[in-house]
């Protein structure tokens, strides 16, 4: 079972300063269990964006640590920036990564909160799943009036803090902290100096739009309904928060925006209406700076969107699709743009679970011939149906961008996408087949001095063999779902790439063959004779299938070239 992640994205309001960032940082990395992942600082704002990721305790005392130094060393009235704000720590927001629910991770945010305003004297306030009163949970609504309003705002009964005391912190100021979804934080660059016209593409773009006015559509008296309240026309994107500003470190105006929902309004979306709003204006979007952090999805699917728009085929590899996303948006514009850096699961990732596949073919070939039983059959098993799929993909991706072949391409593409995940898969079983091999070893290392011992030692050998027939079976089935792509490919594909889909077929073949054997030799010592039968007669089907299949395919590739 994975452990429980939270991730924690404090703000604070220093962003030129390096060395009170860095004492920040470093109170938070003394919390033991904590990795910090970025540390985003912006001069013009004068805000520093921290990112970190622990488990759920190790997190909120880093947390706590970081807003405890922030002030201790920001003072608030003296701060000044072009970014909204009311604290030393302006918002601290955790979301959950894995292994965890909104609802647990709510849980710590109020425990943080309660901690920060008890032992810290400083008034918190929570906000998106943690606040039980919706009038009063989202961030702008909570921040309005920022520091200089809140001496008097926090003295409304309506704004007594949910934590600490309801007299504003004069050095510290006051702090939100909440649960939230993953938020992408990211600035539109255009090419003007003009706050007017940037904010003016905000108020089009994002969901609350703006307020009507009365006479001149800017400068009107704002009009109100019957309740007092200004009438607002909604702007075209849910979830989207922006507003406009002027970056005297770039010497440009930029859209600011908050995405708090990409899997309902994509990235892209909004880079894109972003970008029809600015040319309606007369202006032109020049690229984008990324704030902070960045799920890999949200990306994958924009450099999906552009490579269609470009009539391309969107079959590319992972690198291929965030190498669009990053060249159409400008996301590189103002400065690089490391995947490895910016992109949250590869942060996360452990480079343990690719050790095989993150080798060199020679490497992989010479790791395999050592005198040591892993990487074995099951691995190099999936590792042979992983290029078969590829020449599969590969041959997919020629036809959908073969001369004179152009109206196919929408034919084509939706295979070789199929052909990259299915090859994604099989080379994660590369390195888990091992892993599920080294599992049983440690079983059989495991202590056998007394009964009890002897009795946990023989139910973990149970457990890791299940697993290490279940890895293998895995594979078979996987290899067994690339078999229609190289069909497809054989009967319709560039007929110039025949031979390469017929070795697809022949290395599906292999895959197919050696994961069944691991599925034997694997079932073999097993115990629970009714789940090793099963598992067999459930592997024993699919290779019949596979061989069938795959052995006509070789067949017709051959009769083909030779005639």
Excluded at 84 to 92: E, I, K, L, Q
Excluded at 159 to 186: C, E, H, M, Q
Excluded at 384 to 407: I, Q
Excluded at 469 to 486: N, Q, Y
């Amino acid at each position: 079972m994975h452990k429980q992640l939270i991730e924690c994205v404090p703000n604070f309001s220093e962003g030129c300063d390096l060395n009170i960032i860095k004492q920040i940082t470093d109170a938070i990395e003394s919390a033991e269990g904590v990795r910090l992942l970025d540390v985003d600082n912006g001069k013009a704002t004068n805000r520093t964006v921290v990112t970190f990721v622990g488990e759920p305790e190790a997190v909120i005392e880093g947390a706590f640590r970081g807003i405890q130094k922030a002030a201790q060393l920001i003072d608030m009235s003296k701060h000044f920036g072009e970014h909204p704000r009311m604290g030393a720590t302006d918002v601290c927001p955790l979301i959950p990564i894995q292994g965890i629910s909104m609802e647990e991770t709510t849980a710590y945010a109020v425990k943080l909160a309660k901690r920060v305003g008890d032992e810290l004297n400083i008034p918190a306030y929570l906000y998106e799943y943690a606040q039980p009163d919706k009038k009063r949970s989202n961030l702008s609504i909570i921040r309005a009036g920022e520091y200089e309003g809140f001496f008097d705002k926090i003295k409304l009964p309506e704004w007594k803090p949910d934590f600490g005391p309801d007299t504003f912190n004069t050095s510290a100021g006051g702090t939100v902290i909440g649960a939230r979804d993953f938020l992408i934080a990211y600035n539109v660059n255009l090419n003007t100096k003009s706050t007017r016209i940037a904010n003016r593409i905000a108020f089009d773009v994002r969901e609350a739009g703006r307020v009507v006015r009365e006479g001149n559509p800017y400068t009107g008296k704002i009009k109100n309904d019957e309740n007092g309240e200004p009438v607002r026309i909604p702007g075209k994107l849910k979830h989207v928060k922006a507003i406009g500003w002027y970056i005297e470190e770039y010497s440009m105006a930029q859209i600011s925006i908050n995405l708090t929902n990409c899997r309902e309004t994509p990235l892209h979306t909004v880079f894109e209406e972003c970008r029809k709003s600015a040319d309606e204006r007369g202006a032109r979007v020049t690229g984008c700076e990324l704030v902070g952090l960045i799920p890999l999805q949200p990306l994958l699917e924009a450099g999906k969107y552009f490579l269609e728009k470009q009539g391309l085929s969107s079959g590319v590899n992972e690198a291929e699709l965030i190498w669009s996303a990053v060249k159409s948006m400008g996301l590189d514009e103002l400065g690089p743009f490391d995947p490895q850096k910016k992109i949250i699961e590869y942060l996360l990732k452990d480079e343990l679970e690719e050790k095989l596949i993150s080798l060199t073919v020679k490497g992989f070939a010479n790791e395999t011939a050592a005198d040591s039983p892993a990487p074995g059959g099951g691995s190099v098993a999936a590792a042979v149906g992983a290029f078969g799929v590829a020449l599969g993909t590969m041959v997919a991706n020629l036809s959908a961008s073969k001369r004179g072949w152009e109206d196919r391409t929408a034919e084509f593409s939706p295979w070789a996408e199929k052909g990259q995940l299915i090859k994604d898969k099989l080379l994660a079983l590369v390195d888990e087949d091992t892993r599920a091999f080294n599992a049983i070893m440690t079983a059989f290392g495991l202590p056998k001095d007394t009964p009890e011992q002897k009795a946990s030692r023989k139910d973990a050998i149970q457990s890791a063999s299940k697993y290490a027939t279940e890895v293998p079976f895995r594979t078979l089935e996987t290899a067994v779902d690339a078999i229609p792509l190289i069909q497809e490919m054989i009967n319709k594909g560039n007929p110039n790439s025949l031979s390469d889909a017929g070795v697809g077929a022949a290395c599906l073949l292999t895959a197919m063959q050696g994961a069944w054997m691991n599925v034997l030799i694997n079932a073999q010592g097993l115990d629970d004779k009714v789940w090793a039968a099963d598992m067999t007669a459930k592997a024993e089907k699919l290779i019949q299938e596979g061989r069938i299949a795959c052995n006509a395919m070789v067949a017709e590739v051959e009769n083909r070239l030779r005639a």
